[in-house]
């Protein structure tokens, strides 16, 4: 049989009372007592059921998820993710609140950390723009004990507890390998079209991607990089100019958002020839996989990423291990013959679910 705060008590020599003081790090007991309860606990075996103490005192976790605003439609999806997650809150004794910003504003970002701070939150997850002001507010969330998450972007230095996403160094690689093995000897240089240089998960897929380029057979070179912020029509019109000024391109790596400018480009030019891999499965890439403008998108599981970091900040709060397993974040590639079927139709249930 399991032991209980009881067999606690009598191996220690002390009350319930103290016991209970002991697990909950309350004061009131001297030193030399709690050694000897912190002893029994450890020789006993003893492991405290936290969703039922929770559930006795009826603790709520007060969790803030800030996220992009804006017309990005992966964001939307993540943002889509987290309102299901709401509407499972009450069940999962959670409260959870969004909090929209402007993209790539590291300002508006440290605002809602702040403001999240100093509402109580008990957890803190967001995507995360990369600068140092971001860093030292996350540095004032772990001061006060408020466990943080980054969704989808890293920082290069920060004090967050986890980052929920994919390995985005990983992702550029195998993006510049499908690359490589579809154009095979085909001369040309290939563009690329990035959202902002200032958030970390497009910097690292860039660095991925060229390296394979550099390295794939004589070379292949790799334009400078199209800062799109994820809009659409200035997407669009960056990738109508580079066909213009490029004749000879012979593909384009849209590693950020703004796809759906990328796809009208594309079809306005009629160059179906060229190879073009995306990120993110929305309706703008599934629409291209299908016309045959994008060959290949690679893709991240946004409602994954969103019961990950529910998981690890609950985890963080109780003082618990978080399942590293549990919170890997696939790569998944899909080209047009092995699209999943859209909208809501029934999935099975994945892993982190179980």
Same mark, same amino acid.
Request: with cysteine; proline share 6%.
């Given at each position: 049989?399991?032991p209980?705060?009881?067999?606690i008590?009598?191996?220690?020599g002390?009350s319930?009372?103290?016991?209970?003081?002991?697990?909950?790090?309350?004061?009131?007991?001297r030193a030399v007592t709690?050694?000897?309860?912190?002893a029994a606990?450890?020789?006993?075996?003893?492991?405290?059921?936290?969703? &039922?103490?929770?559930l006795? +005192?009826?603790?709520?976790y007060?969790?803030?998820?800030?996220?992009?605003?804006g017309?990005?439609?992966?964001?939307r999806?993540?943002? &889509?993710?987290?309102?299901?997650?709401?509407?499972?809150? &009450?069940?999962?004794?959670?409260? $959870?609140?969004?909090v929209?910003?402007?993209p790539?504003?590291?300002s508006?970002?440290?605002?809602?950390i702040?403001?999240a701070?100093?509402d109580?939150?008990v957890?803190?997850?967001?995507? &995360?723009?990369?600068a140092?002001d971001?860093a030292?507010a996350?540095?004032?969330?772990g001061?006060?004990?408020?466990?943080?998450?980054?969704?989808?972007?890293?920082?290069?230095?920060?004090?967050?507890?986890?980052?929920?996403?994919?390995?985005?160094?990983a992702?550029g690689?195998?993006?510049g390998s499908?690359?490589?093995?579809?154009?095979?000897?085909?001369?040309?240089?290939?563009?690329?079209?990035?959202?902002?240089?200032?958030?970390?998960?497009h910097?690292?897929?860039?660095e991925?991607?060229r390296?394979?380029?550099a390295?794939?057979?004589?070379?292949?070179?790799?334009l400078?990089?199209?800062?799109?912020?994820?809009?659409?029509?200035l997407?669009?019109a960056?990738?109508?100019?580079?066909? +213009?000024?490029?004749?000879?391109?012979?593909? $384009?790596?849209?590693?950020?958002?703004?796809?759906?400018?990328l796809?009208?480009?594309?079809?306005?030019?009629?160059?179906?020839?060229l190879?073009v891999?995306?990120?993110?499965?929305?309706?703008?890439?599934?629409?291209?996989?299908?016309?045959?403008?994008?060959?290949?998108?690679?893709?991240q599981d946004?409602?994954?990423?969103?019961?990950?970091?529910?998981?690890?900040?609950?985890?963080?709060?109780?003082?618990?291990?978080?399942?590293e397993a549990?919170e890997r974040?696939?790569i998944?590639i899909?080209?047009?013959?092995n699209?999943?079927?859209?909208g809501?139709e029934?999935?099975?249930?994945?892993p982190?679910e179980?």
């Amino acid at each position: 049989m399991r032991p209980t705060v009881h067999d606690i008590a009598a191996n220690a020599g002390v009350s319930l009372a103290t016991v209970d003081r002991v697990l909950n790090a309350r004061p009131g007991v001297r030193a030399v007592t709690r050694a000897k309860v912190e002893a029994a606990i450890q020789s006993l075996g003893y492991v405290r059921d936290v969703a &039922a103490a929770n559930l006795a +005192k009826s603790r709520v976790y007060p969790l803030v998820f800030i996220v992009p605003e804006g017309e990005n439609p992966f964001m939307r999806g993540l943002e &889509a993710e987290v309102r299901a997650a709401v509407g499972r809150s &009450a069940f999962e004794r959670t409260r $959870i609140s969004i909090v929209n910003v402007p993209p790539f504003d590291a300002s508006a970002l440290i605002d809602a950390i702040d403001a999240a701070i100093a509402d109580g939150a008990v957890g803190i997850a967001v995507v &995360a723009v990369d600068a140092p002001d971001v860093a030292a507010a996350i540095g004032r969330a772990g001061a006060a004990g408020i466990p943080f998450v980054t969704l989808v972007s890293d920082l290069a230095t920060s004090g967050r507890d986890h980052f929920c996403g994919v390995d985005n160094v990983a992702a550029g690689r195998t993006a510049g390998s499908l690359m490589a093995r579809f154009l095979g000897t085909r001369p040309g240089p290939v563009a690329v079209l990035a959202g902002s240089m200032l958030v970390r998960d497009h910097r690292e897929r860039l660095e991925g991607f060229r390296a394979v380029m550099a390295g794939a057979s004589g070379g292949r070179a790799v334009l400078g990089v199209l800062e799109g912020q994820d809009d659409p029509m200035l997407a669009g019109a960056l990738i109508a100019q580079c066909l +213009k000024d490029s004749p000879g391109l012979a593909g $384009i790596y849209s590693l950020g958002a703004g796809n759906s400018g990328l796809v009208e480009a594309l079809s306005a030019a009629g160059r179906d020839d060229l190879c073009v891999i995306a990120h993110e499965l929305t309706p703008p890439t599934r629409a291209g996989l299908e016309r045959g403008l994008i060959d290949a998108v690679l893709n991240q599981d946004a409602g994954h990423e969103v019961r990950s970091a529910i998981r690890i900040l609950r985890a963080k709060a109780d003082g618990l291990p978080v399942v590293e397993a549990q919170e890997r974040i696939r790569i998944d590639i899909f080209i047009k013959e092995n699209l999943p079927p859209e909208g809501g139709e029934a999935r099975p249930l994945q892993p982190d679910e179980a």
